[in-house]
């Protein structure tokens, strides 16, 4: 089944960090622009940062600027989120996404692959 598979989630203390990791199931994966987005209690889902296939392109949402780095790994398959000084406002399920069109998409409607979600908690 092509999939995208994520770990790294938890619950931490404000001002903590966690990283994120995210790994397509296929090689086309390498070739595909990645993103994360993530959903609050009681909000819509919202852009967090995207990265593009060869990780020289990035993109982030104003609200996780300089504290966020999106990055590919050495296997273009893999993408990781590095989350630092969190905040209780960055509480939310988290989703690895992939878009095949390999565009720097900021809705998660042009995303095609989506990963299950992992629930990050900042405590303050």
């Known amino acids: 089944q092509v999939q995208l598979v994520e770990s790294g989630g938890g619950s931490v203390q404000a001002g903590g960090s966690l990283r994120l990791s995210c790994a397509g199931s296929?090689?086309?994966?390498?070739?595909?622009?990645m993103g994360w987005f993530r959903q609050a209690p009681g909000k819509e889902r919202e852009f967090v940062a995207a990265?593009?296939?060869?990780?020289?392109?990035?993109s982030y949402a104003d609200s996780v600027k300089g504290r966020f780095t999106i990055s590919r790994g050495y296997a273009k398959n893999m993408m990781y989120l590095q989350m630092n000084r969190l905040k209780p406002e960055d509480t939310a399920i988290y989703y690895c996404?992939?878009?095949?069109?390999?565009?720097?998409?900021?809705?998660?409607?042009?995303?095609?692959?989506w990963g299950q979600g992992t629930q990050v908690t900042i405590s303050s």
């Open positions: 990265v593009s296939w060869s990780g020289a392109t990035t």
């Open positions: 996404a992939a878009d095949s069109s390999a565009r720097m998409a900021t809705r998660d409607i042009w995303y095609d692959y």
């Open positions: 296929e090689r086309s994966f390498s070739t595909y622009t």
